[in-house]
Structure formats: C-alpha cells, structure tokens
C-alpha cells in the first residue's frame, strides 16, 4: 500500500522466538516485491525479494510468504536476535509506472 | 548502501534557502526515486525518473524540483516554498527491469 507517513506499529518479542511482520499492498498488478530493514539513521537495506510467479522465497533466516488472492506479503525471521531490531518496511513496484511504492513499517523490538 | 552515495549526510538551511541534496549511483540503473521520513514514520515518495530528461511528481512534490541530466545522478532541490522541510531524505535506484532497489545512507536536513 501508500505510505502515508503514518506511526509505526511495533512487534516486540523475545530473542530466539520466530518473527512474523505482515504488509498487505493495494495493487493488483504489482509483479515484483522486496522486504528492507532500516535501522536508526541510516537508509534501508535489502533483506529479501519475491516476484509475483512464486508464493515463498527463503533466504539466510528470512522466508517472504506471498498471497496474491488476498494482496498480502509476510516476513518471517527465524531465531530472531536483538540485531534485528529495526523498522521494516515493504515495498511493491508498479510494472507500469515502475515506481516503489512502500506500506506502513513496523517497528521489531527484540529483548535479550 | 549499494553504489548509491547521498551528500553531505547532514545539512543544515536557514529559512527562505534553496538546498540541493545530492544522489550518484554506479549501478547503471535507470530508474532513480527520492523519498522523505518523518521520524518513526514511514517513507513518502517525493519524485521518480525512469529515464535521463524525464522524471514524475510522487505523493508530495510540492515545495521540491529534481533534475535527471545524466544517468548517475538525480538531485533534489529543496525550495523556500517547502513549508516543513525538516526530515530524513532518501535517494534510492532500481534497474528498468524491477529488480534490486537499493538506497543510500539518506541525508539529514534540519532548518534553523
């Protein structure tokens, strides 16, 4: 979906627990999507990336999970540490216009 | 932050100041984006170019200009008629095949 500047939701769980963030996008005909990680004061970084031809893509912890019917992207962070706290947005890009267009971040909080 | 440099990292404008926030990129991407974040907020996309010479108004480009003369670059002119021009600002690229968006480090404008 838009990112529309507003507050971040925030997931908070215990080191070691799975970590699961949700995105859901608005555009149907969005064909390719990417998970970043911001930390504080520094740009986002590319975590993981999906095409619409797949519904699961894993990488080094991570596992996207793509549900087309109902426009809907997760996150999956497996053993999650407290390095992994950041913000982390998704992001679509339109095939048409190819412009990134990012959802809502949600804040990760990871206790030791 | 992936071949995309951003400069200077913080800035600082009097009011009524014209700025100009640099972006390069070394990826040989066509496609260049600009973005704004408020802080704990998401990012906003401010303006987009596909090609040299062309570019398009994102969600918020009032108060802002860019230009897109070379392939490499895509700075952003912050004018006096922004109103609130304090925040993080983001340059990012992907290649016209959707593939790989990567941002820089960001620059930080405060005006005092």
């Known amino acids: 979906g838009e990112s529309v500047g507003l507050h971040l939701p925030t997931l908070s769980v215990q080191e070691g627990d799975n970590s699961i963030i949700n995105c859901a996008y608005s555009?149907?005909?969005?064909?390719?999507f990417i998970w970043y990680k911001q930390e504080s004061g520094k740009g986002p970084q590319f975590i993981i990336d999906?095409?619409?031809?797949?519904d699961k893509r894993q990488g080094q912890r991570v596992t996207v999970l793509l549900n087309k019917t109902v426009k809907h992207l997760s996150l999956q962070i497996a053993a999650t540490q407290p390095g992994d706290s950041a913000v982390y947005f998704c992001?679509?890009?339109?095939?048409?216009?190819?412009?990134?267009?990012f959802g809502t971040g949600t804040r990760l909080l990871v206790s030791p | 932050d992936g071949g995309i440099t951003q400069s200077p990292k913080y800035l600082f404008r009097k009011e009524g100041q014209n700025v100009t926030l640099s972006c390069e990129q070394n990826?040989?991407?066509?496609?260049m984006y600009w973005y704004r974040q408020d802080p704990g907020q998401g990012l906003r996309l401010i303006y987009y170019?596909?090609?040299?010479?062309?570019?398009q108004k994102g969600d918020i480009a009032e108060g802002y200009s860019v230009s897109r003369e070379k392939k490499e670059s895509f700075p952003l002119t912050v004018t006096s008629a922004q109103k609130n021009p304090t925040a993080f600002y983001l340059c990012?690229?992907?290649?016209?095949?959707?593939?790989?968006?990567?941002f820089g480090q960001g620059t930080r404008l405060t005006v005092v």
């Open positions: 990012a690229s992907s290649a016209q095949s959707g593939t790989g968006a990567f």
């Open positions: 555009n149907s005909a969005s064909d390719y």
């Open positions: 999906i095409r619409s031809n797949m």
């Open positions: 992001a679509d890009l339109r095939p048409d216009f190819q412009k990134l267009v």
């Open positions: 990826l040989n991407h066509d496609a």
């Open positions: 170019s596909q090609i040299v010479n062309d570019f």
